[in-house]
């Protein structure tokens, strides 16, 4: 028992690192072996050739690569990129007046509206996206409507549209963005913003050069916490989409579960994260205070 | 004020776009017309369908299990990790380790997804039960570490262990009878997001789940593939309710040991 006791007592006492990295042990172990070994994998994989019936034959070439930049995926690629834009755009967009108002406006309901923002985060992407098929179907609840009220005399087709893959984005995206922002927004000095109002700005010169400018920080990662997850999304045009506007996430699903050619989806895998690592180290150095 | 209703109108608009989506679903699954979107009358027949439902009750049951063993096994990694990056002063590589830590939430799903099943097949595993849960207490360690470490250092640093020590207790006996005691709301609140983490994901399951592993978002999943039914609203309903439960508990526990844990 006293030795036990002593044994527990060095570890948590953590005098020596070795007691440090035993007690990190079990987390680290854990992540290597279920998250760095498997990327390493992918890499790996990409590097090897497909065997028929879905076999991989190991070997060292880059054909994989010079794949994924042939005619038929650029529009995959490309299309990821300007999907994963215009819904940054459309966030910072949309999403910086709630900023605004929950770091200016919202008084003694802003805790609430910030957990009330984060509500949606929480539930299931699944079950949200699945409602949003219930509503721009073709026989959905927009459409119904639309059609009893006599707006048009035939549904509309918005559901596996661009449109409808864009809105499930942004639905899904819009707090990712607001949140830093609201964070930046909130470091703000009020006392600045007042310092121009006293000297004479009005409202909207005061925001232009003293808010706006001093939120900057917040927009970049905002946009980055938008842009980067964006580029790796499969659920929103797994469902919202249909095959006619996959993204990437979607093409690699169906490299391991459909065409069985593992070696090309984990070269799409793997630029797909060299891409995310190289925007999050670009953001680390560039990035002012943490 | 003018100005300042328009702002707040137009944030009420984005909540209301927020909140549709969840309102519609919950409208629909007491509406009892089986294939259009009219309004027919309230009925709870979809719901005692589910609950006859074999089928689902089962992967309802297999989502419950799953999330407990991701949540436990989460809580003891993630407990023995953030005491050491909270309490000990003397080791390089904290930094690396809180990185590696924080990994699972940046990391695309589908990327873990296709690598872990690359992976476990490649190696020989089968895709069980056992895997899946190694994998989702992956993407609930950031959770449990985020929640422990927080209310690590808000328990006044080592002063309270150190008063224990200096009255004879060893570190050992200071933790057992101080920190865990006050550790312990943080414990649970990780967990329970944990829970929420792995009981509602999709995707991770999608790529591993072997085939008879069914959890409730791969149940619903397969039920849309057949189209839209009543039915997926009130199981959707079902699991929106879980996680308000599981959030409701959340924020309760925050307010009662007067901290927020990190959502």
């Known amino acids: 028992m006293k030795t036990l006791d002593r044994g527990l007592s060095w570890l948590l006492a953590g005098r020596r690192s070795a007691a440090s990295h035993l007690l990190l042990s079990p987390a680290a172990a854990w992540l290597i072996v279920f998250l760095v070994l498997p990327a390493l994998g992918l890499v790996a994989l990409s590097l090897a050739r497909n065997g028929a019936y879905g076999t991989v034959v190991w070997s060292l070439n880059l054909d994989n690569y010079q794949r994924a930049v042939d005619p038929r ?3 995959v690629l490309l299309r990821t990129l300007a999907f994963a834009g215009a819904t940054t755009a459309l966030c910072l967009v949309l999403g910086y007046p709630l900023a605004y108002f929950l770091s200016f406006r919202a008084g003694r309901f802003r805790g609430a509206l910030i957990i009330a923002l984060m509500v949606p985060f929480w539930t299931s992407a699944l079950v949200a996206f699945y409602s949003w098929m219930v509503i721009l179907g073709k026989e959905g609840l927009l459409n119904t409507a639309l059609l009893r009220f006599g707006f048009i005399s035939a549904p509309l087709g918005i559901l596996y549209t661009p449109f409808s893959v864009l809105l499930g984005l942004v639905y899904f995206y819009l707090p990712f963005t607001v949140l830093p922002l609201y964070g930046s927004l909130e470091k703000i000095p009020r006392s600045y913003v007042e310092a121009a109002y006293d000297l004479g700005a009005g409202r909207w010169t005061a925001f232009l050069k003293v808010t706006l400018p001093l939120s900057l920080p917040g927009v970049i990662a905002g946009a980055l916490l938008t842009f980067i997850p964006c580029l790796g999304d ?19 699903s169906n490299q391991f579960l459909m065409a069985q050619d593992w070696p090309f989806g984990a070269a799409l895998t793997t630029l797909l994260l060299a891409g995310m690592i190289g925007g999050l180290w670009a953001y680390r150095r560039w990035e002012p205070d943490a | 004020m003018k100005k300042g209703r328009g702002l707040a109108l137009y944030c009420a608009g984005l909540y209301a776009f927020l909140y549709i989506p969840l309102a519609v679903m919950t409208v629909f ?47 003891v990694l993630g407990v023995l990790a953030s005491y050491a990056l909270t309490r000990h002063k003397n080791f390089h590589g904290r930094e690396g380790y809180a990185a590696l830590l924080d990994a699972p939430l940046m990391i695309p799903e589908v990327a873990l997804g296709v690598g872990l099943l690359s992976f476990l097949v490649r190696a020989g595993f089968e895709l069980n039960f056992g895997a899946l849960a190694c994998a989702h207490a992956l993407i609930c360690l950031p959770y449990s570490v985020g929640a422990a470490r927080a209310r690590l ?9 150190e008063a224990a ?17 006050l550790l312990a709301p943080a414990i649970v609140s990780g967990s329970l997001l944990a829970f929420t983490v792995s009981f509602e994901d999709f995707v991770t399951s999608f790529f591993l789940a072997g085939i008879g592993i069914v959890t409730l978002p791969i149940k619903i999943y397969a039920m849309m593939k057949f189209g839209v039914t009543p039915e997926i609203n009130a199981l959707s309903v079902v699991l929106l309710a879980a996680t308000f439960i599981l959030l409701g ?15």
């Not at chain 2, 250092?153 to 262990?161: A, D, F, T, V």
């Not at chain 2, 020590?165 to 005691?181: I, Q």
């Open chain 2, 153 to 161: 250092k808000s328990i006044g640093g080592e002063r309270l262990e």
């Open chain 2, 29 to 75: 699954s007491f509406n009892n017309a089986h294939r259009n979107v009219v309004w027919l009358g309230f009925t709870l027949k979809w719901y005692a369908r589910l609950w006859k439902d074999a089928d689902l009750m089962n992967a309802m049951l297999t989502s419950v299990e799953l999330a407990a063993a991701a949540a436990a096994i989460a809580a």
């Open chain 2, 249 to 263: 508990l959340n924020a309760w526990l925050a307010v009662r040991t007067g901290e927020a844990t990190r959502l």
């Open chain 2, 165 to 181: 020590m200096d009255l004879g207790a060893s570190e050992w006996a200071a933790f057992v009878k101080v920190t865990l005691p």
């Open chain 1, 234 to 252: 499969f659920l929103t045009a797994e469902l919202l989409g249909g095959p006619r506007y996959y993204l990437l996430g979607n093409l690699i």
């Open chain 1, 73 to 75: 995926y650029v529009p």
